[in-house]
């Protein structure tokens, strides 16, 4: 089964009309062949003076103030549009990174908001210690770049001490795992990363993680995991884990999915525009996915 030509512009139509600028340039970026630039300036409309990356860059919430785990996405948005420079890393992140590194060496996932905007509850009470989710794929990302600065050396024992203290208790987390495999796939502790791939793969395999259940409204979404979260690519690290039979049909599950108007849906979002950008999200990442694995008509 592919996606039909038409069923291709109806999620083409539905990103341009209804999907914030930083999804429309990537659309434009990686399927009509438009110059990167166009994402460098939607990237950077977040950031702040602080040179941390703010106001909303998760929809999840509306404050302007800078936060690491936006700042994590805006780096990761500029990677997968080839934008990433030594001196821009290095100029643009780490002064922002480094000032919000903890003790231990790593850098929180977020930070309370402190003025009275617009949030999901769970960031009124989050915890500001140090993470994996947001100091793994800083690290891979400065690795990948071959940057060798004195703050690694500390985040990186942070993060091999935090992939022994979690072990799987992300593995449900669609997000999370990307994350974790940026610092894998690109650190020089080879046999260290060869050990907890193998063990990632064993938590990913064991019975409950994977949603099979496709009947269910909340498959694909956090905590629901299916085969395309771990391996949205042919070439993704994860992929030989799975079937191609699990492949096939996830694929197929997610052509069906797509809603009359185009898009592929969320059920979280604090207003309806916050849904309609989470819709601009999860539609792009679909396209994407299906792109990757030759599932869109010609």
């Known amino acids: 089964m592919k996606l039909s030509k ?3 512009k109806k999620a083409r139509d539905f990103i341009l009309t209804n999907a914030r600028m930083i999804e429309r340039r990537l659309f434009q970026f990686h399927f009509e062949n438009d110059d990167p630039e166009g994402v460098f300036h939607a990237v950077y409309a977040y950031r702040n ?18 936060q690491p785990l936006f700042s994590i996405m805006a780096l ?16 643009d992140f780490m002064p922002y990174f480094e000032s919000i590194t ?11 908001p402190l003025g009275d905007y617009p949030c999901e509850d769970h960031f009124k ?10 100091t793994a794929p800083l690290l ?14 500390k985040a990186e024992e942070f993060v091999w001490q935090e992939i022994e203290r979690i072990k799987e208790k992300h593995i449900f987390c669609h997000l999370c795992v990307p994350r974790r495999l940026q610092f894998l ?15 990632l793969k064993k938590w990913i395999l064991t019975e409950g993680v994977l949603c099979n259940d496709k009947s269910d409204g909340g498959w694909g979404l956090y905590g629901k995991p299916h ?36 898009r592929w849906d969320t059920w979280y979002g604090l207003s309806e525009g916050m849904k309609l950008e989470w819709a601009g999200i999860q539609t792009l990442w679909t396209l994407k996915t299906l792109k990757n694995y030759k599932r869109i008509e010609d």
């Open 227 to 262: 085969s395309l979260c771990y391996a949205p690519a042919p070439e993704s690290i994860l992929n030989p884990i799975f079937s191609q039979e699990m492949i096939d049909s996830d694929l197929d599950e997610l052509i069906k999915r797509q809603k009359e108007d185009g």
């Open 49 to 66: 003076s602080d040179g941390g990356f703010g106001h909303g860059m998760e929809p999840d919430t509306s404050s302007p103030e800078s």
């Open 6 to 8: 038409n069923n291709y």
């Open 102 to 112: 903890t003790d231990k060496g790593g850098i929180p996932w977020m930070f309370r």
């Open 140 to 153: 891979g990302i400065l690795e990948k770049h071959n940057i060798e600065i004195p703050w690694m050396e």
């Open 76 to 91: 990761e948005t500029l990677d997968e549009a080839s934008l990433l420079t030594k001196t821009r890393i290095l100029n």
């Open 125 to 134: 009470t989050v915890k500001e210690w140090a993470a994996l989710s947001t």
């Open 185 to 199: 796939s690109h650190t020089k502790s080879k046999n260290k990363a060869e050990k907890a791939l193998k063990d």
